[in-house]
């Protein structure tokens, strides 16, 4: 990485950075249980835990490739947003006719995530501070305009902010216009949160694997069978949390390609510092450009500055070798310094990426297999920190079998448009990274590719 700021950086996501929990021991032989969770992520943590919280008397056992929060959910930027569609433009256009019924599942969601900590007193830096949409060229200031009034009408606290009134609010260098959505959002620590839900787990009864990658699932009696490298655990259900993995269920995959994001981390900045950038509501803060970079303070005052590329490595390949891009992080870093000029001289700490799993829809979609023994949920598209929770029910309600409000919203029954295979997928993906590039650098104005991708209801997003 040439950035002089970027010379120390560690390649370790920040948040994964520390004393971590004892691993959970791999699975050896033969091992049973009422349900079967695929995943130690937030998909997966969450089913368990809400599992459990239904139906205390259930087996249940979680088997995790690699450690507990080790891939998307221990390298993101810790928003936890309201939003299950992955943003109130996207749901209002995909699911115009329930996305009143979204917004509200979406609040009770983050409701039930602040519960939750409370009572299992999960510390994970959670502060609901909201979240600015900042218009950083003039062309998106009328986007922000419009959001604004949807917002409105669908009941969200949320305030227009002109050029002064913005950077008053932060002190940034590049802002036009601000949306603040008050409390719709909360800033935490994914990978304190990911711990926190093992342990309320355990704490439950939860028996956890790590170090056990499923290889395959077949019939087994009434249930299913899941293979290990080591042993088999055969459950009466099932559930995949796999994010951009490739899936145990081969249906799932032409639906999700794994896109790469990339984040760095800065020193915890001194009194002087912090006072220069304003910030004194600890808003999370996303720009409005269509290659937005998503920025918030941590509980020691450091930035977490990421976002802008989205990549797609041609073949869908995911490799340890992708969490390092240093054009990407030199790039970031210039960003960050034309953003807060103030701050010359701050050095990151932390520099690396992650892989998210995304659809063609953004956000995420659902459903079953092996004769509604299995059930998945996937696409979450980078806002997976608050809507894996409701994955989770949704994924518990379909292995129940009977209808419920959840099971039955268009969201939930219908599926995003699936990729192309191999190798038009790659062309059609960077001609469409390519497009969305050229739309930033022409004050938005989408290109015929982008505006075919919009009437076919296609998109790739980060």
């Not at 009572?119 to 419009?146: H, M, N």
């Not at 896109?259 to 915890?268: C, N, R, S, W």
């Not at 009194?271 to 999370?284: D, E, N, P």
């Not at 599926?415 to 960077?430: A, M, N, T």
Request: one cysteine or more; aromatic letters at 10%; hydrophobic letters at 40%.
């Amino acid at each position: 990485m040439g950035h002089p700021a970027l010379r120390d950086a560690e390649s370790t996501p920040f948040w994964l950075d520390r004393d971590r929990p004892d691993p959970h021991p791999p699975l050896r032989g033969a091992a049973s249980a009422d349900l079967a969770v695929v995943g130690g992520g937030f998909s997966g943590l969450w089913t368990a835990l809400l599992a459990k919280e239904r139906d205390p008397g259930l087996d249940v056992v979680v088997l995790e490739g690699r450690r507990i929060g080790w891939a998307a959910t221990g390298r993101n930027g810790g928003f936890c947003a309201g939003s299950l569609t992955h943003g109130l433009a996207n749901g209002v256009e995909r699911f115009p006719d329930e996305i009143g019924t979204l917004e509200r599942l979406g609040r009770e969601n983050l409701d039930g995530i602040e519960e939750t900590l409370r009572r299992y007193k999960i510390d994970c830096g959670f502060e609901r501070t909201g979240e600015l949409s900042v218009a950083t060229a003039p062309w998106q200031v009328e986007g922000l305009r419009e959001g604004l009034a949807t917002s409105e009408r669908l009941g969200r606290r949320v305030e227009f902010l002109d050029r002064d009134a913005i950077r008053a609010e932060v002190r940034a260098a590049t802002y036009e216009a601000g949306v603040w959505d008050r409390d719709g959002t909360a800033m935490l620590d994914p990978a304190r949160l990911a711990w926190g839900l093992a342990d309320a787990c355990a704490s439950l009864g939860v028996r956890f694997h790590e170090g056990t990658r499923v290889t395959g699932i077949e019939k087994a009696g009434g249930g299913l069978r899941l293979r290990t490298p080591d042993g088999t655990v055969t459950a009466a259900k099932v559930a995949l949390g796999t994010g951009a993995f490739r899936s145990p269920l081969r249906r799932v995959r032409p639906f999700i390609v794994p896109v790469y994001d990339y984040a760095l981390m800065t020193e915890p900045l001194t009194q002087q510092q912090r006072a220069s950038i304003g910030w004194a509501r600890r808003q999370g803060i996303g720009d409005a450009a269509n290659q937005f970079h998503y920025y918030r303070l941590t509980d020691d005052d450091r930035i977490l500055w990421g976002g802008y590329d989205a990549v797609y490595y041609n073949g869908g390949a995911i490799r340890p070798a992708y969490d390092q891009r240093p054009s990407t992080s030199d790039k970031l870093a210039a960003h960050f310094f034309a953003t807060f000029p103030q701050l010359d001289g701050l050095r990151f700490t932390h520099a690396w990426g992650g892989v998210v799993d995304t659809c063609s829809r953004f956000c995420a979609f659902f459903g079953t297999g092996h004769g509604g023994r299995l059930a998945y949920a996937a696409g979450f598209t980078g806002l997976g920190v608050g809507a894996t929770r409701f994955g989770a029910q949704v994924m518990l309600d379909l292995l129940g079998g009977e209808p419920t409000p959840l099971t039955r919203l268009r969201m939930v029954r219908s599926r995003p448009v699936p990729f192309p295979p191999e190798p038009v997928r790659s062309g059609v993906i960077q001609l469409t990274r390519w497009s969305i590039a050229r739309a930033d650098r022409h004050e938005g104005r989408r290109n015929a590719w982008l505006r075919t991708l919009d009437r076919l209801g296609l998109g790739f997003d980060s």
